[in-house]
Structures are given as structure tokens and as C-alpha cells.
């Protein structure tokens, strides 16, 4: 894969997700063009793994990764979850996740980078191994996969060695990062909030009032200082 064919790549998304966005006339339709560039990179990852002939050894039932606790995301791809999740949650089950999603934040919230990286802590969203908002989830884990499941076990058992992590086919990784990256391109090129937000603190804030959304209407940052990823001048600390 060549810095072209990702560049290629990376500018065809962002063209893709800039058509959808200039269509927008209400919230609902922002919600949709994250659906669609979400769609776009699943049927590239399909072609990926037939084209590059890719051995996943990823299974369900297994939830390693979803125990990773560092999970970044853009605020429309946060938004179009929150939107997701009201309509297909039943009461019981929203209120259930905004107090996981809330432990979730207060646990992170006062962590380094470094100590993030090396949490190992269940994503509010998974449910018995599965994850719950599976067609909503952001670009970040659609990226994922693994070529061998022992990897994503040692990294699950060391969680301080980060070296034990890894176990993807680089070239369809690149890809898949080059192309969700185009997408956000053009989320960010419309005037969207381009910071990157831990994604669960960051639910829990959307999910909990409307405030957010209000400011990421009127082009701010939607999420407070505190729901913001963990950023690479934090790792020491
Ligand atoms: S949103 Fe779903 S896929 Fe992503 S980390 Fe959470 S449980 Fe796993």
C-alpha cells in the first residue's frame, strides 16, 4: 500500500462523506452521513479482507479489545450513537448505560495518557461479550481486527506492555485509518467540532443533557475539558 493509494483513498472518503454532508438541512441528516461513511468503511474492510486474502481471527464472543478502555471518537460520530441508542434502548437499558458510561468517566477522568493505555477496564457498551450498539459503534472500532486472538490476549493479560499489542494485517489497518480519517476531514471541513473525545465519557455527557449538542450546533466543542482523549504531552504524569 503506497502513500498514493492512501492518499487515494483517504480524499475519495472525505469526497463521499463532503457530498453527503453539503445535503444536510437538520440534525437527523448529520446522524445519517456518520451512518454512511460508517457503512462505506465496513464494505471497504469486506473488500480489504478478500482482497489482501486477510486471516481474521477475530470471534464472537470475544471482547478483548472492548476492554481496552482507551476509545477515541469524533463528536458527530458520538452524537449519531446518543441518537441510536434512544431509539433502540428501552428506558430501563438508557438509564442502565448513562450510569455505566458515568462510572466509566469518573474512573478515567484523572487519568494520564499513559496510565489510560494501560487500563483494562469493560466498554459500558458491551454487553455479555457483545457489544449492544454493534451498527452504531464509531469508525475506531470498525478499524480493529485481529490476525491472531493470542495477541489480543496478551495485551488483555499485560495490559502494561504495550508492545503485546498489534495483531492486524498492517496494509488493510492503513487503509481503514486513511480512509476513516478522510471521513472526519469532512466533518471537520463543514465546521464540526474537531476535537477527539473519549468516546464513553463523552456519551455519558450526550446522553445526560442537551447542552452538548447545543454547542456543537453553534460550532463549539461539544464535550467538556474532561471527556477529551487523553492527548501525547499527558503521558508522563
Ligand atoms: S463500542 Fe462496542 S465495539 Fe466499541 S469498544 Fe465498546 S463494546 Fe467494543
Same mark, same amino acid.
Given at each position: 500500500m503506497t502513500r498514493e493509494d492512501l492518499l487515494h483513498l483517504a480524499t475519495a472518503f472525505r469526497d463521499a462523506a463532503a457530498d453527503d454532508l453539503?445535503?444536510?438541512?437538520?440534525?437527523a441528516d448529520i446522524h445519517w452521513a456518520t451512518f454512511r461513511a460508517h457503512e462505506r468503511l465496513d464494505n471497504l474492510e469486506a473488500q480489504l479482507f478478500e482482497g489482501l486474502a486477510v486471516k481474521v481471527d477475530c470471534k464472537a464472543g470475544c471482547a478483548a479489545c472492548c476492554h481496552l478502555a482507551k476509545i477515541d471518537a469524533r463528536a458527530h460520530e458520538i452524537f449519531a450513537l446518543a441518537a441510536w441508542i434512544t431509539e433502540h434502548f428501552s428506558a430501563e437499558e438508557r438509564a442502565a448505560l448513562v450510569e455505566r458510561t458515568k462510572a466509566h468517566a469518573e474512573a478515567v477522568a484523572g487519568l494520564t495518557l499513559s496510565q489510560h493505555l494501560r487500563t483494562v477496564r469493560a466498554c459500558p457498551m458491551l454487553r455479555d461479550s457483545k457489544c449492544s450498539v454493534h451498527p452504531a459503534r464509531p469508525g475506531v472500532c470498525r478499524i480493529g481486527h485481529s490476525t491472531d486472538v493470542s495477541t489480543c490476549q496478551r495485551a488483555y493479560e499485560n495490559p502494561?506492555?504495550?508492545?503485546?499489542?498489534g495483531g492486524h494485517n498492517p496494509d488493510l489497518k492503513a487503509s481503514m485509518t486513511a480512509a476513516a480519517d478522510g471521513s472526519t476531514f469532512a466533518f471537520i471541513e463543514a465546521g464540526m467540532d474537531r476535537t477527539t473525545y473519549d468516546l464513553s465519557s463523552a456519551l455519558h455527557e450526550a446522553l445526560s443533557s442537551t447542552e452538548p449538542m447545543h454547542r456543537w450546533l453553534e !460550532? !463549539?466543542?461539544?464535550?467538556s475539558d474532561s471527556a477529551k482523549a487523553k492527548q501525547e504531552h499527558q503521558r508522563e504524569g
Open positions: 453539503a445535503q444536510v438541512q437538520q440534525v502494561d506492555d504495550l508492545t503485546a499489542r !460550532g !463549539g466543542q461539544a464535550f
